[in-house]
Nanobody, 124 residues
Framework: QEPLVESGGGSVQAGGSLRLSCSASNYTTTLGCMGWFRQAPGKERERVASITQGGAIIKYADSVKGRFTISQDNVKNTVYLQMNSLKYEDTAMYYC?????????????????WGQGTQVTVSS
């Protein structure tokens, strides 16, 4: 079983909204950090948002600040990404990532748990 399972991607027109979900219910160890990354064709995988256990530290990429909101449900061991005012340049494969440590680095190389990815396509 995949440790992280994403859902909620799809196609939307610019200005629209989508909500991504990432469940870590298959993982038995407490995860100190969960986050969302995205990768567009020909580009590096970049961190979009991350949140530490309990929500003490939340980080956003500058390109999504004010439009995206990351949140978590500790009971369900699930993290969400609410994406509003979507732009064409938000089109990418979105990946959920996690790590046991209570610290969320920016680099994708620091994360050892990944989901399979969910496609987000925004039409202009």
């Amino acid at each position: 079983q995949e440790p992280l399972v994403e859902s909620g991607g799809g196609s939307v027109q610019a200005g629209g909204s989508l909500r991504l979900s990432c469940s870590a219910s298959n993982y038995t160890t407490t995860l100190g950090c969960m986050g969302w990354f995205r990768q567009a064709p020909g580009k590096e995988r970049e961190r979009v948002a991350s949140i530490t256990q309990g929500g003490a530290i939340i980080k956003y990429a500058d390109s999504v600040k004010g439009r995206f909101t990351i949140s978590q449900d500790n009971v369900k061991n699930t993290v969400y990404l609410q994406m509003n005012s979507l732009k064409y340049e938000d089109t990418a494969m979105y990946y959920c990532a996690a790590r046991p440590e209570i610290y969320c680095p920016q680099s994708k190389d620091a994360y050892n748990l990944w989901g399979q990815g969910t496609q987000v396509t925004v039409s202009s």
